[in-house]
């Protein structure tokens, strides 16, 4: 398996940037953390496209859901 930014992260912070994900592609209600969230999700679309040519945004394909 090839090596990407996310292996720059432990399991438990990949977790973190999966539910992220997650959040905002399902539960995009405004609940406090809420801008976080987004940030997050939309940092990892970021790196994502700019690092591994993915044009999917908010993408979770791990353990939690796949969205694409």
């Known amino acids: 398996m090839n090596s990407t930014w996310l292996d720059e992260f432990d399991a438990r912070e990949q977790k973190c940037i999966d ?3 997650l ?3 399902v539960y995009d ?3 406090p953390g809420h801008m976080h969230m987004k940030v997050i999700a939309k940092l990892a679309a970021i790196l994502d496209r700019e690092l591994m040519g993915m044009q999917s945004e908010y993408t979770v394909d791990r353990n939690l859901v ?3």
């Open 19 to 21: 539910h992220a994900r």
């Open 66 to 68: 796949s969205l694409t």
């Open 23 to 25: 959040y905002a592609a």
């Open 29 to 31: 209600h405004g609940d």
